[in-house]
């Protein structure tokens, strides 16, 4: 357990030292000078020189990474360019949003998707398997924006059920949970047919084995011997695999929280980009492809503590 | 082939990808002008005059999501061929030359690291948005997938005889590598690439949908489907019909894929997932 505990985090350090070396090269290809942006649009040429010296932007290339790593971590990530609020800031406001998005719209794709892959492996070969595995095959095809802008449409609009723009509050008020409804929905949707065409592979493997058969022959009801004893163990492979498509969930959010407004650090990314916002893209980038490491790392660990098989 | 063209589904889903390629490469020849625009059409319903339509600058939508599919149909070739090929050329490396394998993989790994939108994200923000950029981005996050398949398929055919036999008659490296192991691996990596064309034409519309894309007025499908957004209430056939396109591409290239997949190797099955 600790082995595999240390082995993954050490692991997890060259692709951190390749995203902070992205970020700073991030810095170092753009054609905009951070001193000048921190000085602002009127400061004299000898401000802007002492800022130079401040930010170590005189010294050699090297000292200047390691520089970038010291500001990195007192958490200065610089101003935008846009409206001079620091990153840092910004992207405290945002990332709170992005996490409840992610987290609604998993708490309801996930069960649903568990529950379809067994339907469909319980019942394999017959209709109902055919008919799960064929939403599972279009939820995997769909883009995430049309999804979105269908439930847009016909929810919010036609129906005038939901709201589709922005984030109305927190969660324990009406407001925020209407909000984030559709929002969800959508995001979550694209979630359904993955886990669902992972469970079914799951539990069709346990079906096979040995216990399985044995609780058949103790007499133990067909649910039992389903929920009991396929697809506990089928939840190991499920759960990592759940963890390796986070990126696709990442992707989604990107597109979801741009459709509905969503104030989360997806949409602020995007909108740094296209205004050429470099310091506030670089913060983005950073802190997505960081949660991002975080998240396969926690799950790798889950990983061993879930399966013993992964311990020795 | 004949087993594959007994899959009524599969049948279909080859056709609508037969139809889209003719369809793209053909746009030229048809009449019409993507740019075209006729503000008096503007925002008009599916008619006979237009078939699909025309979008909020009056231009006809058939002839819009002909040239969409052309560029959209584009970046994933280009992506995936490239893409593809490097981590191909990577993978067969890694499993011929044993010393270098723990080097070359490990870099795959930290590539794999990372899902594809950072990717885009990243790129698009040295290189400003734009077309190139989402190719890039593609093939960046396309190259090691194709590596760990080739690489797992390669060492496997190492291992059998008749490579040893092969290099016992003293042919080249190159010679080896190109004759014997690459051709071994054409079944995994064709399942592999159908069903990766999918994804990269959905990411890829993503991408362009956020603005990080094809710029407008450009025919995109990503592109036209967020210019229509704006008008969703009034005239939704804009943003609906381009979406509708990218979904039924994507859809043909998931099933042929596992319909292929099922046919040419069933230990291949969870290839995809």
């Not at chain 2, 019409?32 to 006979?48: C, E, F, R």
Request: hydrophobic letters at 55%; charged letters at 15%; a neutral charge.
């Amino acid at each position: 357990m600790l082995r595999h505990a240390i082995h993954r985090l050490l692991l997890a350090i060259p692709v951190l030292i390749g995203v902070l070396a992205l970020g700073f090269l991030l810095m170092q290809v753009v054609p905009t000078d951070p001193a000048i942006v921190r000085a602002g649009p009127m400061a004299t040429a000898e401000v802007v020189a002492q800022i130079h010296a401040e930010l170590g932007l005189d010294k050699p290339i090297p000292v200047q990474f390691g520089l970038y790593l010291l500001r990195l971590a007192h958490g200065d990530l610089g101003v935008s360019i846009i409206n001079n609020i620091p990153v840092a800031d910004e992207l405290g406001r945002t990332m709170g949003p992005t996490l409840e998005l992610m987290l609604a719209s998993l708490i309801w794709s996930i069960p649903l998707g568990i529950f379809m892959g067994t339907i469909a492996a319980v019942t394999r070969g017959g209709w109902l398997d055919r008919l799960i595995m064929a939403i599972s095959v279009a939820g995997v095809s769909i883009p995430v924006f049309f999804v979105g802008m269908i439930l847009i449409w016909v929810v919010g609009f036609q129906w005038d059920l939901l709201p589709f723009t922005g984030r109305g509050g927190p969660l324990w008020t009406l407001a925020g949970v209407s909000s984030i409804i559709l929002p969800a929905l959508t995001l979550g949707s694209v979630f359904v047919g993955p886990v669902a065409r992972m469970t079914r592979t799951a539990v069709l493997d346990t079906l096979r084995l040995d216990h399985v058969r044995t609780a058949r022959a103790k007499g133990l009801p067909e649910i039992a011997v389903i929920m009991r004893h396929a697809l506990r163990n089928a939840m190991v492979p499920v759960v990592t695999l759940i963890g390796l498509q986070i990126g696709f969930l990442l992707g989604g959010a990107v597109v979801t929280e741009t459709i509905f407004s969503w104030p989360g650090v997806g949409r602020l990314a995007v909108g740094a980009i296209v205004s050429s916002d470099f310091p506030m893209a670089q913060g983005t980038i950073l802190v997505l492809a960081g949660g991002f490491i975080l998240i396969n790392l926690v799950v790798d660990l889950l990983y061993a503590v879930l399966d013993p098989k992964v311990r020795v | 082939m004949r087993r594959l063209l007994r899959d009524w589904l599969a049948v279909l889903a080859l056709a609508v990808v037969v139809l889209s390629v003719l369809a793209a490469l053909g746009a030229p020849l048809i009449p019409g002008d993507p740019y075209d625009n006729d503000l008096s059409m503007s925002m008009q319903p599916p008619s006979a005059e237009h078939w699909l339509g025309a979008d909020d600058q009056g231009r006809d939508m058939v002839v819009r999501v002909i040239y969409g599919l052309r560029l959209t149909l584009l970046m994933g070739a280009v992506s995936v061929v490239a893409g593809g090929g490097i981590g191909t050329a990577l993978g067969l490396f890694a499993a011929f030359y044993r010393r270098i394998d723990g080097l070359v993989m490990r870099c795959m790994d930290v590539l794999l690291s990372f899902p594809a939108i950072l990717f885009g994200l990243a790129i698009a923000a040295i290189a400003g948005p734009g077309v190139t950029a989402v190719i890039l981005a593609l093939t960046v996050a396309t190259i090691p997938l194709a590596a760990r398949i080739v690489r797992g398929v390669a060492v496997g055919e190492m291992a059998r005889d008749y490579i040893e036999a092969a290099r016992a008659t003293g042919l080249r490296d190159s010679r080896l590598i190109v004759k014997h192991l690459l051709p071994n691996c054409f079944s995994a990596l064709s399942v592999w690439a159908t069903l990766r064309f999918g994804q990269v034409i959905l990411l890829g519309a993503a991408l362009s949908f956020v603005g990080l894309g094809a710029q407008p007025p450009t025919a995109e499908l990503g592109a036209m489907a967020a210019a229509g957004r704006n008008f969703l209430f009034f005239a939704p056939h804009i943003a609906i019909i381009p979406s509708v396109a990218i979904f039924v591409i994507v859809l043909a290239f998931n099933v042929l894929g596992d319909a292929l997949r099922d046919l040419l190797d069933p230990r291949l099955r969870n290839l995809g997932d």
